[in-house]
């Protein structure tokens, strides 16, 4: 199949299916588009099922035999695959892994972790001739989750050709569990990626938020899109943010969101000052979230933000936080900057 065609179709299921069934030749070139994202294809309960049983039949014997569920009544229906389908999958989705695993009848919960530890070795492992392009990790299965990616054999040359990270987790059960030191694992998988990565998108909880920024801007040169939300010691991410911005040099698009408990704890204004001072010229797309926000914090940003890319801007806050006053005030502050073209559009949303 002629190059433009696989382009046009890779997102046309119907049509991919039709065209296993030309020849042997755009079988085996279709093959590949369809297992890169399986997820975007498997929603329904019975197509889940075809698609475990699929992924158990790659499994080697002795992986088999250390799992406790019946292999016999998969092997009976299922014929061994003619494709190692597992070696085409490029968006790695923790959880949609953990779908599969924890949402089949067959398995009993007792033999679920077993089931889980072999399936990502299978997945993950230094024999893997394609490595994967994006990985989303999100912390659903909290009871579950005692595994740390970058312990896996081959992790490293899996994830070294990572373009876009999401992860979603908390200190004591995070997605990658690491025992009061979650961003260890956060940073081995950004170190890894060798600086393919251009999307970063983390909810963290973390105590080591600077060794986290270090690992960002150390290993990703190539960074356009970072969302990081922090919920404790938010002001150690001031200390090492000038570095990302110097480093990242073709950041377009930042967000930001804060949840510490404390209203007024993250300083707002020196973060606004480094931004000012040290943003790449392409970064103008921000994102803010706070349970505050001050005034003259914007005001500073503003005054300094001269002779740049007019700004396209949203902030949330907490509606408790902020009386109809001082609303006001706060679009009277946009509103004066948009005439005097330092921001191009702005969004204001209660969270």
């Known amino acids: 199949m002629p190059e433009p065609q696989q382009s046009q179709l890779k997102h046309d299921k119907k049509s991919l299916y039709s065209c296993l069934f030309v020849n042997k030749t755009w079988c085996e070139t279709v093959v590949p588009i369809l297992w890169e994202n399986p997820g975007q294809y498997h929603s329904y309960s019975s197509s889940m099922n075809k698609l475990f049983k699929t992924i158990i039949l790659h499994l080697s014997e002795e992986s088999r035999d250390n799992l406790g569920i019946d292999i016999n009544s998969i092997t009976e229906t299922y014929q061994r ?38 399936i990502l070795k299978l997945f993950i492992n230094k024999n893997r001739n394609t490595k994967f392009n994006h990985l989303f990790i999100q912390d659903k299965y909290k009871k579950y989750y005692d595994y740390q990616l970058h312990h896996i054999s081959g992790a490293e040359h899996c994830f070294s050709n990572l373009e876009s990270f999401y992860c979603q987790g908390d200190v004591d059960q995070n997605v990658m569990k690491t025992h009061r030191a979650p961003s260890k694992s956060l940073v081995n998988l950004i170190e890894s990626t060798k600086g393919h990565l251009t999307v970063i998108d983390i909810t963290y909880n973390g105590i080591d938020n600077e060794r986290l920024i270090q690992a960002i801007y150390q290993n990703c040169p190539n960074l356009r899109y970072l969302k990081i939300s922090l919920m404790n010691n938010t002001n150690s991410l001031i200390s090492e943010f000038e570095n990302l911005l110097i480093n990242c040099k073709l950041l377009i698009e930042l967000i930001i969101e804060i949840y510490d408990r404390y209203i007024n704890l993250f300083s707002w204004d020196k973060l606004f000052i480094i931004l000012a001072k040290s943003a790449p010229i392409g970064l103008f797309k921000f994102k803010f979230h706070s349970k505050r926000f001050e005034l003259e914090d914007f005001k500073l940003f503003f005054d300094n933000w001269k002779n740049r890319n007019p700004i396209l801007l949203t902030i949330g806050y907490n509606p408790f936080s902020i009386n109809l006053k001082e609303y006001h005030q706060l679009i009277d502050l946009f509103e004066k900057y948009k005439v005097k073209e330092i921001i191009k559009k702005y969004f204001i949303s209660c969270l």
């Open 81 to 118: 695959p003619l494709f190692n389908y597992i070696d085409y999958w490029k968006f790695l989705d923790i959880s949609f892994i953990e779908d599969l695993i924890f949402g089949r009848r067959i398995i009993k919960n007792s033999s679920a972790s077993v089931t889980k530890n072999e």
